[in-house]
């Protein structure tokens, strides 16, 4: 059955710093394979050198940054959108100084996050990380 997911009344997911995720799909569909939401940084924050195990596509939708893809720095601006294989290490750092916001869109409905730091994986939904 279709229905309006309020943005508003979804639960954000704390990533430290500041740094909040909201999911625009808390429960998928039957026969769904993606997951979306957009996740907030104040200026100045980043979230660590990670990659996934699907398929990932973000757009910025507000203020300006940094993409880190294949070890290269990109800037990215409004509307900007990167596409991310699977395993390919990559960040978002907020150079601006006002919040960007960023939509994202996994190829999957069960996604997790691997640290190149430290090569631990967790659930892409696991409060502060």
């Known amino acids: 059955m279709a229905h309006l997911i309020v943005f508003g009344d979804q639960e954000p997911v704390a990533r430290g710093d500041g740094i909040e995720s909201i999911r625009l799909t808390p429960e998928p569909l039957d026969g769904q394979h993606f997951v979306m939401g957009i996740t907030s940084f104040p200026p100045g924050t980043s979230i660590p050198l990670h990659s996934h195990n699907t398929i990932e596509q973000v757009t910025v939708i507000e203020g300006s940054g940094i993409a880190l893809l294949n070890g290269e720095e990109r800037p ?35 996604v997790t996050r691997t640290f190149a730091e430290t090569g631990e994986t967790v659930q892409q939904f696991a409060q502060n990380r």
């Not at 294989?85 to 939509?103: A, K, Q, S, V, Y």
């Open 76 to 110: 990215a601006v409004p509307y900007d959108t990167t596409q991310i294989p699977p395993g390919e290490f990559h960040r978002f750092i907020n150079t601006g100084d006002t919040r960007m916001r960023i939509l994202w869109v996994y190829g999957s409905t069960d």
